[in-house]
């Protein structure tokens, strides 16, 4: 009876001990969630979440921006001033100061590298801050470009691409927590969660942001403020959507732009736009953006192993349509050589990142020579047609009247559309 007496004992005093610990506990964890968020860095992440860290490791967000000084297999080609140069004398008329003004940067000049898929820039820093050198290497064609080759020292990196190539970029320190999109720039500053501990499980959720639980419209919204084009609203001549965090609404914290604004030159005239980075503009004039068809229905953030395309699709090319538009019938304009092309017509290579033609439209609509047409010409106003290879040097008039006699079932035979200039039937 006594042996029993005891152990009651020890349980009692067990159970006081584990109470007075959980309160303990509560109160710690009441003093982290109440402090103020701040960001740690991805190596926080890395420690519970290997595996996502990892696959994030694979995608193009993670190499936003590469620190040179202690990668220098980051810088993907050489900078050699004679080819660089011999490049950009090609462009003739097109620069803007004499090719042997511009400025071409030494390799111990660059801290950082932006890009490694479809082009390369090098920021160097000057007087503590960074600038983008005035050439950019074409890694699909092999070429050098002129990036504000006039006037690059009036632009600091920060104000303009800063935080949307790193993450917890602070303006007045400026400073920023790590290179590259980082997880925070998606699920917000990870201070409490990490804070916290693991068995406080329903707690540690409540301090993150999972955006597959946020609605279809503001999980967009946390693309959307790097993926378009406009300004700050809370800070003055800021390119980019300073204090939003995911979860909110992008709304208050930027303006994007449009063919009203100032910076008209951005878009086309129909407002489809011509640059690099913009494919949120695009998105939200589109019929899937009214109809719920959003960025991670087509796109995966991170996803473990290889990614099978380099745009992160879930399928790749024209497949990822057809999962979703299974009912295409092949007639009319759909009867065209171009069937089961789906990109070709619907996602030309209009805008430009360096050089016209290189980034995939995302309005999804057929966009038509009658718009050039009625724009004024190509230049003005793209289309699908005269973007492809073979119909470039055809008028735009016969284009249109091709695709007339397509969509009418009435197609000309042979296809004089087809006919290269000079030649005859």
């Given at each position: 009876m006594k042996t029993i007496a005891w152990v009651k004992i020890a349980l009692t005093v067990l159970l006081i001990v584990e109470l007075v610990a959980c309160g303990r506990e509560e109160t710690q964890i009441e003093k982290v969630v109440n402090g103020a968020k701040i960001y740690v860095g991805s190596e926080q992440c890395k420690v519970c979440h290997l595996e996502h860290y990892d696959s994030w490791k694979m995608t193009l967000h993670s190499?936003?921006?590469?620190?040179?000084?202690?990668?220098?297999?980051?810088?993907?080609?050489?900078?050699?001033?004679?080819?660089?140069?011999?490049?950009?004398?090609?462009?003739?008329?097109?620069?803007?100061?004499?090719?042997?003004?511009?400025?071409?940067?030494?390799?111990?000049?660059?801290?950082?590298?932006?890009?490694?898929?479809?082009?390369?820039?090098?920021?160097?820093?000057?007087?503590?801050?960074?600038?983008?050198?005035?050439?950019?290497?074409?890694?699909?064609?092999?070429?050098?470009?002129?990036?504000?080759?006039?006037?690059?020292?009036?632009?600091?990196?920060?104000?303009?691409?800063?935080?949307?190539?790193?993450?917890?970029?602070?303006?007045?320190?400026?400073?920023?927590?790590?290179?590259?999109?980082?997880?925070?720039?998606?699920h917000g500053p990870a201070s409490h969660h990490v804070a916290l501990p693991k068995k406080a499980v329903f707690d540690k959720r409540l301090t993150i942001v999972n955006p597959s639980k946020l609605s279809a419209g503001i999980r967009t919204q946390i693309c959307g403020g790097c993926h378009s084009a406009g300004k700050s609203t809370k800070v003055k001549d800021i390119y980019w959507s300073v204090g939003h965090l995911p979860g909110q609404a992008l709304g208050p914290y930027f303006k994007t732009v449009s063919f009203d604004d100032e910076n008209v030159k951005s878009v086309y005239g129909d407002e489809v736009p011509d640059r690099h980075h913009e494919q949120y503009l695009d998105w939200q004039k589109s019929i899937h953006a009214q109809k719920g068809v959003s960025c991670t229905s087509c796109h995966y953030v991170h996803q473990l192993g290889v990614p099978p395309t380099q745009f992160q699709t879930i399928k790749s090319g024209s497949q990822q349509c057809l999962s979703c538009h299974t009912m295409v019938k092949n007639m009319y304009a759909h009867s065209l050589h171009a069937f089961i092309n789906c990109i070709g017509c619907h996602m030309p290579r209009v805008a430009k990142s360096p050089e016209s033609g290189d980034v995939l439209s995302h309005s999804f609509g057929f966009m038509s020579p009658l718009k050039s047409i009625e724009a004024g010409g190509i230049e003005k106003q793209p289309n699908a047609c005269s973007n492809c290879h073979h119909h470039k040097d055809t008028p735009v008039e016969t284009l249109a009247g091709f695709l007339e006699a397509a969509t009418k079932k009435d197609m000309p035979k042979p296809f004089t559309v087809h006919l290269r200039t000079g030649q005859s039937r």
């Open positions: 190499r936003t921006i590469q620190d040179v000084t202690w990668n220098r297999d980051a810088l993907i080609t050489e900078l050699n001033p004679e080819i660089i140069r011999a490049d950009l004398k090609k462009l003739g008329n097109k620069l803007k100061i004499p090719v042997d003004e511009i400025y071409i940067p030494k390799i111990d000049e660059i801290k950082y590298t932006m890009g490694v898929q479809w082009k390369q820039r090098f920021l160097m820093e000057r007087n503590g801050k960074l600038y983008v050198s005035p050439v950019q290497y074409d890694i699909w064609n092999n070429t050098w470009t002129p990036y504000h080759e006039n006037d690059w020292e009036k632009h600091l990196w920060n104000d303009r691409c800063g935080g949307c190539h790193v993450t917890g970029l602070d303006l007045e320190k400026n400073t920023f927590i790590e290179p590259g999109v980082g997880c925070e720039s998606c």
